[in-house]
């Protein structure tokens, strides 16, 4: 156990009093909360709802308005990968995760090694890595993608072969895609994401009976066979978090079936409040270490010695390096 989960008690506040305390630290502090739609409902709130996030989006909006913020100090409610693509694009300013724990089984499936081994088993073969990947990994890549933006860069290549990794299920949908509308062929490797590989095709059967006129809503992580079978049945979108939003915001249809990480159901549900969204509500176990209570203590710790608990720290080698693939990425959106 790191050194400060050993010290950590955690505050015992309702949940008002966290927001209180919050918004007069983000202020004393110059901070800025950038909040995931994974996150649970109470963090998610933004502002002129009564809660606490200046800003909520995907990763790719996430990224990009870590640009755009004027404040010195970044707390990233998020996964760690997401709060290092926050420090690659904004390098002079402080990025704090509330849990340094809060990983990604995607993230972890690949290291910098396994890229530099493929590049010697595929020489020439241009590399997408999905934004779901840590600092080192991207650097040694030639473009990064998010769930959005996947397809175009892709396309963007002139070379008929690409590696995209590390989702092995995204990797087959996009495949079929690529394949489909380019001849384009993608090399994969065996990454899986912890959460979307939980969606089989008979996870909805009682959700599809009860609810015969529901559409799909399938992010791109969910495997391949899930997507097809469902998607030909009862119709809807296979996408990113952002597709998803889209897709039901121009629907008509009343009732949805949710197959992702099942807070975006409650985003969802609170953007639109005359629709019905279902889920067999699988959560990601890495965003739920945010807390408010570990948001809180981060504002606290900004400025003392243990805000080393949650800054998060690249080298600069890693960060140059890096952030040419992420740059690249920001052109597609
Ligand atoms: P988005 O790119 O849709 O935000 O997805 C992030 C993620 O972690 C998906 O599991
Ligand atoms: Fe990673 Fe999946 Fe969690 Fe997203 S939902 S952070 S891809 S484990």
Known sequence: MDESRQKYVPHTLTTQEYYRQITRLKKEKNAVILSHYY???????????????????????????????EQQNIVFCGVNFMAETA??????????????????????????????????QYPGVPVIAYVNTYAETKAECDVCCTSRNALSIAKSFKED???????????ENLRRRIYAETGKKLILWNGTC???????S???????????????????????QTVQENISEMG????????????????????FIL???????????????GKEFITPCVKCSYMKMITLDSILRTLQSIGTAEERFYEIALESNIIKAASIPVKRMLQYN
């Open 194 to 200: 912890e959460v979307h590989e939980q969606f089989k």
């Open 39 to 69: 996150m649970i409902p109470e963090i998610q709130l933004l502002i002129y709802e009564g809660g606490i996030a200046d800003f909520l989006g995907d990763s790719l909006g996430l990224s990009l308005e870590a640009t755009k913020v």
């Open 87 to 120: 420090k690659i694009l904004s390098p002079t300013k402080n990025v704090y995760i509330p849990d340094k724990l809060a990983g990604c089984s995607l993230a972890s499936s690949i290291t910098k090694e396994d890229v530099r081994n493929l590049r010697k």
């Open 259 to 273: 197959a992702s990480e099942c807070d975006l159901g409650s985003t969802l549900k609170r953007m639109f409040t």
């Open 202 to 224: 008979d996870s909805f059967t009682s959700l599809k009976a009860e609810h015969p006129d529901a559409k799909m809503l399938l992010h791109w992580e969910v495997p391949e």
């Open 236 to 255: 809807g979108i296979l996408g990113s978090t952002n597709d998803i939003i889209n897709y039901v915001s121009q629907s008509k249809d009343q009732t």
């Open 161 to 171: 072969t690409l590696i995209f990794l590390p989702d092995k299920f995204m990797g």
